[in-house]
């Protein structure tokens, strides 16, 4: 196991993981739509929020314990559903799930994974985590797929509802995202220069769509997400969609991609037991605000009738402090955990968690506070957000 001792931010792991990733999958992870504005805002607006320095407060036994969806975990932080993760590393979320499991906090698997749901139950003893689904045309798919993530002993369905059809990320275009990579002369050039990921190819056989290939019907070209979603992804997606998955399903459901607070009171009366604050990284509408800076109208509007989560630029647990401060019961980390994971695989999963944790820990000394569930806005400078 390497020594991460020396790995003090999330920025160490973007710069390695930048290095050591091919590309076209490090270009996925870390770019956002058209102009990226809304990538950038989510990570910027956080930087303008301020913090309360409180001394003389009795800070000894802390605790970032808390709740979502009723479960206590280590922190109000879950590692985001993000697609292609293991071509970030060799069998990626089953790395993932691995270090949240072993950390103490949810792991949610993606439809768009390299490693399917059978993958993620065996590899983590059967030990619960969470799915995240799209809408496609082919229903019958979605039916089994569900069927597919009650016997892998998912504990709760996140929905995505703002990706009806795909966003314009240039940089996926320009260099021809497929999963795996085509043998081009320019991809060659590069995977020559990346050796530990290749070699952790050579070593898998989850190398595209685990949950699609094999289970999905008369579909076309599942190399390419692009024109699987062209195909696939259900323009026509309406809220009696959701009412007829969450029959179908059962169980907890998470309605994920709300950015406005009339969907978010949709999203209430829907019967779902949470929503995540969240415009997909910056990756669908560019222009669209923040998820810091959409989050408190929705937690005021909605936050006693559903539990508000949010994601969107995530670099820090001061950062989750903040979330939680503005009325987000829980927080996602997406890039946060895909630098983390094409930089040192596992082991740099749990480097990721442990820094998180410590900044959450330690900001909330700072600001006087004890316990995560007594952090409020009064932790904030006025003026601020």
């Given at each position: 196991?390497?020594d991460?001792?020396?790995?003090?931010?999330?920025?160490?792991?973007r710069?390695?993981?930048?290095?050591?990733v091919?590309?076209?999958?490090?270009?996925?992870?870390?770019?956002?739509?058209?102009?990226e504005?809304?990538?950038?805002a989510?990570?910027?607006?956080?930087?303008k929020i301020k913090?309360?320095?409180?001394?003389?407060?009795?800070?000894?036994g802390?605790?970032?314990?808390t709740t979502?969806?009723g479960?206590?975990?280590?922190?109000?932080v879950?590692i985001?559903?993000?697609?292609?993760?293991?071509?970030?590393?060799a069998?990626?979320?089953?790395?993932?799930?691995k270090a949240?499991?072993?950390?103490?906090?949810?792991?949610?698997?993606?439809?768009?994974?390299i490693c399917?749901?059978?993958?993620i139950?065996a590899?983590?003893?059967?030990?619960?985590?969470?799915?995240?689904?799209y809408v496609?045309?082919?229903?019958?798919?979605?039916?089994?797929?569900?069927?597919?993530a009650?016997?892998?002993?998912c504990s709760a369905?996140?929905?995505?509802?703002?990706?009806q059809?795909?966003?314009?990320?240039h940089?996926?275009?320009?260099?021809?995202l497929?999963?795996?990579?085509?043998p081009?002369?320019?991809?060659?050039?590069?995977?020559?220069?990346?050796?530990?990921?290749?070699?952790g190819?050579?070593?898998t056989?989850?190398?595209?769509?685990?949950n699609?290939?094999?289970?999905?019907?008369?579909?076309?070209?599942?190399?390419s997400?692009s024109?699987?979603?062209a195909?696939q992804?259900?323009p026509?997606?309406?809220?009696?969609?959701?009412e007829w998955?969450?029959?179908?399903?059962?169980?907890?459901?998470?309605?994920?991609g709300?950015?406005?607070?009339?969907?978010a009171?949709?999203a209430?009366?829907?019967?779902a037991d949470a929503?995540v604050?969240?415009?997909?990284?910056?990756?669908?509408?560019d222009?669209?605000p923040?998820?810091?800076?959409?989050?408190p109208a929705?937690?005021?509007?909605?936050?006693?009738?559903i539990?508000?989560?949010?994601?969107?630029g995530?670099?820090?647990?001061?950062?989750?402090?903040?979330?939680?401060?503005?009325g987000a019961r829980g927080?996602?980390?997406?890039?946060?955990?895909l630098y983390?994971?094409?930089?040192y695989?596992e082991?740099?999963v749990?480097?990721?968690l442990?820094i998180?944790?410590?900044e959450?820990?330690?900001?909330m000394?700072?600001?006087?506070r004890?316990r995560?569930?007594?952090?409020d806005?009064?932790?904030l400078?006025p003026?601020?957000?």
């Amino acid at each position: 196991m390497p020594d991460l001792s020396k790995i003090t931010c999330i920025e160490d792991l973007r710069v390695i993981a930048k290095r050591r990733v091919p590309r076209m999958f490090y270009d996925y992870a870390d770019s956002g739509a058209w102009t990226e504005g809304t990538y950038r805002a989510n990570e910027s607006d956080f930087q303008k929020i301020k913090l309360r320095q409180r001394v003389a407060v009795n800070i000894e036994g802390r605790t970032t314990r808390t709740t979502m969806l009723g479960q206590e975990f280590a922190m109000p932080v879950a590692i985001a559903p993000t697609g292609m993760t293991g071509m970030q590393h060799a069998d990626g979320e089953i790395l993932g799930a691995k270090a949240a499991k072993a950390f103490g906090i949810p792991f949610t698997l993606s439809t768009m994974s390299i490693c399917s749901l059978e993958d993620i139950a065996a590899n983590t003893n059967g030990h619960p985590f969470w799915f995240q689904l799209y809408v496609m045309r082919d229903r019958d798919f979605i039916e089994r797929l569900i069927d597919r993530a009650k016997a892998a002993n998912c504990s709760a369905l996140q929905l995505t509802l703002d990706l009806q059809v795909l966003g314009q990320r240039h940089k996926d275009i320009k260099n021809g995202l497929t999963a795996p990579p085509k043998p081009t002369l320019r991809n060659l050039i590069d995977l020559a220069t990346k050796p530990r990921w290749c070699m952790g190819m050579l070593g898998t056989k989850r190398r595209s769509f685990g949950n699609i290939i094999g289970h999905a019907k008369n579909v076309g070209d599942l190399s390419s997400l692009s024109s699987w979603t062209a195909e696939q992804f259900d323009p026509s997606l309406s809220w009696a969609d959701v009412e007829w998955i969450k029959k179908r399903w059962g169980g907890k459901l998470i309605l994920k991609g709300i950015m406005d607070v009339e969907d978010a009171r949709l999203a209430a009366s829907s019967g779902a037991d949470a929503l995540v604050v969240s415009n997909h990284g910056g990756r669908q509408l560019d222009g669209a605000p923040s998820s810091i800076e959409a989050l408190p109208a929705i937690a005021e509007a909605v936050g006693r009738e559903i539990e508000v989560w949010m994601d969107g630029g995530i670099r820090s647990g001061q950062d989750v402090l903040k979330a939680r401060a503005l009325g987000a019961r829980g927080t996602l980390i997406g890039r946060t955990f895909l630098y983390a994971l094409g930089a040192y695989g596992e082991e740099g999963v749990t480097r990721a968690l442990q820094i998180l944790h410590k900044e959450l820990d330690i900001t909330m000394a700072f600001c006087g506070r004890t316990r995560i569930d007594d952090v409020d806005s009064s932790i904030l400078l006025p003026g601020t957000f």
